[in-house]
């Protein structure tokens, strides 16, 4: 079954805009160092399923704790990893910013907070082959690399406001 693991989509309206707290990995990590990622990890045994370990780790890496989280949306389509045999399950989340964010700073460079605006602009988006035939997304920010898995759930969160219009 190999390794499982459920990352928190958090979403917060600010100025009139939607925007999605994400996180760079610091550079000295064994994992993909540098990478923009959701926060999120390996599903523990205490946890009681995907939902609790997004709401843990969210915590743990950034302070986004459940007094921030007003309402589980739902989850997005696990995803699987080829690198290592990994399913992880994001867990969309209306959240609350809080004042400041408390970045853990094993795991966590920098917090990211972009717009969902900016990713539905297609043009910032490309795409590369990766393996025999395995198209991958990337998104470049300043500060890093969106890719892989993280950039698999962005583009399938983003096909729900491409079809309502917004």
Known sequence: ?????????????ADGALRLIMTRRPDDMRSH??????????????????????RREAAEEVGLGDEHVLEVLGGLDPVHTRSVTMRIVPVVARVRRPERFVPQPDEVAAVL?????????????????????????????????????????????????????S
């Open 113 to 165: 907070e972009p717009t969902i605006d900016e990713l539905l602009d297609d043009d910032r988006w490309q795409t590369r082959f990766w393996g025999p035939g395995r198209k991958m997304w990337f998104y470049e920010f300043p500060e890093g690399v969106l890719w892989g898995a993280t950039a698999h759930m962005v583009r399938d969160l983003l096909g729900y406001f491409r079809r309502d219009g």
């Open 33 to 54: 160092p540098g990478d923009v990622v959701f926060p999120g990890g390996m599903i523990e045994t205490g946890d009681s399923g995907p939902e609790a370990t997004a």
């Open 1 to 13: 079954m190999g390794m499982r693991a459920a990352v928190l989509v958090p979403i917060y309206e």
